[in-house]
């Protein structure tokens, strides 16, 4: 049975996960308010089955042709949106898979798994210098420092302010918000400046050979990318590249506040970083809700007639805690071994860089465990972004026992 009242993400506030047990437990799907004035209401599906069937199921698209073209040209009138379009994560085949197969095979596991010991090293190398501060934030010291010397080398560009340019990823972000009025003017601002310095970065000749942005290009001068294909997908990654390992360490280092046996396991070495990791962006989902997919057609969706041009919104969050799947359900359990969470997503949308989001960290773990022991999250100094989609920390300074 579906719960007739509607779903609304806006009033939940930061504990949302208690509504989205409810809603699990009560069908697991819901029509609610639109996630963004440019479509009407939508429906939310909140059990892991659902979500996993609505992120693979073949009807249910970015932006298909027919009743959606209307919206569509509503969205990418805004400047932000229409770059952003161009990227893999907003397109549609046979656009997706044209712009996603010369990337695939740069971050496959076995190629992602050599990177390992550069990332510890770094990680390592960070925390080293963050404790000798007398104020240490592990997301400004650790995490987004950390985020961008990989983007460096995945991409193969050079980013010498990785502190100001992660801020403008996080302002870009506020394009792909859930919100029920228009995009905001300041995240169009950063979405330009992320575009005029990946432009210059182009013309200076500043792309190292074998990176992601060199094979992006290679494209372009193959003619099977147009220039503005390659650009977008170097912002979007320039932001996705970073937020899922920003936003997810410092959730982590929230929920082992929350969940003193667990941190145990880490600091007594019976639980492994990788394992670690993999746990905490089950239970940590920096991302909680995929952008809403639209329907191509009118089908049955799970006994529900879903009509041409509606959304379906997929509740990652909701589904990385459905106890169906995963026994732990809302409760952190370092020692789980179940694997199959959908923070990365699943089918044609699936995370590009998720193996490496993955060492990241478990790197940064390790490093926080091993160079900076006795630490404690300052709880009553964390700040919180300000986000309905994204879920993550501002700020996450550290005290020392």
């Known amino acids: 049975m579906i719960s007739a009242k509607l779903f609304n993400p806006f009033a939940l506030g930061n504990d949302r996960f208690p509504e989205f047990a409810r809603r699990r437990a009560t069908g697991g799907a819901a029509w609610g308010e639109a996630p963004y004035p440019e479509v009407g209401q939508a429906y939310y599906v909140f059990s892991h ?24 040209q509503k969205i990418t009138a805004n400047y932000a949106l229409d770059l952003l379009t161009k990227s893999m994560m907003l397109s549609d085949p046979p ?14 596991p076995s190629l992602s798994a050599r990177l390992f010991d550069s990332l510890l090293s770094t990680a390592l190398h960070l925390t080293q210098k963050a404790t000798e501060k007398p104020d240490f934030d592990a997301v400004r010291d650790l995490a987004v420092p950390l985020s961008f010397s990989t983007l460096e080398n995945i991409l193969g560009i050079n980013i010498d302010n990785p502190w100001s340019m992660g801020e403008d990823a996080q302002c870009m972000a506020k394009a792909l918000e859930m919100r029920p009025k228009g995009v905001d003017p300041d995240a169009n601002d950063a979405c330009r400046r992320l575009e005029l310095w990946v432009s210059s970065a182009i013309d200076k000749g500043a792309i190292r050979p074998n990176g992601m942005a060199a094979q992006m290009l290679a494209e372009v001068e193959a ?6 294909d ?17 936003d997810t360490f ?69 589904a990385n805690r ?38 990241e960290l478990a790197a940064l773990l390790e490093a926080l465990f091993t160079k900076a022991g006795g630490w404690r999250l300052d709880l009553l100094r964390v700040v919180r972004r300000p986000s309905v989609l994204l879920y993550g920390l501002q700020t996450a300074p550290l005290i020392f026992a």
């Open 49 to 72: 089955a659902l979500v996993s069937k609505a992120l693979k199921h073949p009807s249910l698209l970015q932006a298909p042709p027919g009743a959606y073209q209307a919206t569509r």
């Open 230 to 246: 390659a650009v977008a997908n170097i912002v979007f990654l320039l932001f996705a590249g970073q937020a899922t390992v920003v």
């Open 223 to 228: 003619g099977r990318w147009q220039r503005d």
């Open 322 to 359: 459905d106890a169906a799947v995963f026994p732990a359900g809302d409760q952190l359990d370092l020692s789980s071994a179940v694997p199959s969470t959908l923070t990365f997503g699943t089918g044609l949308h699936v995370c590009l860089g998720q193996h490496v989001a993955r060492l």
């Open 95 to 108: 656009q997706h898979l044209q712009l996603r197969r010369p990337l695939a095979g740069s971050l496959t």
């Open 250 to 318: 410092g959730n982590a280092l929230v929920a082992l506040e929350c969940f003193p046996d667990q941190r145990k396991l880490l600091e007594d070495g019976r639980v492994s970083w990788l394992s670690a990791a993999e746990e905490l962006l089950r239970y940590c989902a920096p991302v909680h809700y995929a952008g809403a997919r639209i329907a191509a057609n009118d089908f049955d969706f799970d006994g529900v007639a879903i009509r041409a041009g509606q959304a379906v919104v997929p509740v990652l969050a909701s």
